[in-house]
């Protein structure tokens, strides 16, 4: 199925570039200015150096193991093609497209996925760092805190649009559903925000 796009000779692409930029821009400033007021506690974070600093190293380092495996070894290394939908800018057209190997990883999901596991990746090795005795950088402690941040945004934004716009929309129009079921799409779609939530209400991030 082939879907034509006019854009009435506007292409205003760069409109949506400049909001993101701002957005970001905004979202830095904001953090910045108000950190002194809402610093995170290391040892919320990441434990007091005992048996709590282990456990949540243990269970952030197994996040993050699961989040590039799910990458490497069941997208961009899987030889089955994944069918997605596809805007092509040159052709002014909206077609199924059989992406393979880094293709596969062009989409809002799939960035969601790569931030959960660098926010685990990160934190999980600074609360191991913390178990060993090690002194942390106040610099990375707030890059993790940043990084948490934005995937547990991501991931809520992920699980409601494929629940409540994209299974309907295919739903209704006909289009297969088997392939949102396959196990690195449960990842990125449902897994990833059970994680985050667990580790914020459990494990503690601040």
């Given amino acids: 199925m082939v879907r034509k796009i006019d854009l009435g ?3 205003r692409s760069h409109i949506s570039l400049s909001l993101v930029f701002l957005v970001l821009l905004g979202s830095t400033l904001f953090y910045v200015l108000n950190i002194q007021y809402n610093s995170p506690s290391l040892q919320d974070i990441h434990g007091n150096g005992g048996m709590e600093s282990w456990l949540k ?36 057209e909206v077609k199924e ?28 090795t600074l609360s191991l760092s913390v178990a060993l005795g090690y002194e942390i ?26 629940r409540h716009l994209i ?10 559903l ?16 059970i994680l985050f939530s667990l580790i914020y209400y459990t494990v503690g991030l601040g």
């Fill in 9 to 11: 000779g506007h292409d």
């Fill in 57 to 92: 190293s243990t269970f952030r380092l197994c996040s993050a193991y699961l989040a590039f495996h799910t990458v490497l070894f069941w997208m961009v290394f899987n030889p089955e093609p994944a069918t997605m939908v596809v805007l092509f800018r040159e052709e002014l």
């Fill in 97 to 124: 497209h059989d992406a393979i190997g880094i293709q596969k990883i062009g989409t809002f999901s799939a960035w969601t996925l790569i931030v959960f596991g660098s926010s685990m990746l990160l934190n999980g």
């Fill in 137 to 162: 950088p106040n610099s990375l402690l707030l890059i993790g805190v940043s990084l948490f941040a934005a995937g547990f945004g991501a991931a809520c934004i992920t699980s409601v649009v494929v």
């Fill in 167 to 176: 299974i309907p929309m295919k739903i209704r129009n006909g289009h297969e």
């Fill in 178 to 193: 088997h392939h949102l079921f396959k196990p690195h799409e449960q990842v990125m779609h449902n897994l990833v925000l």
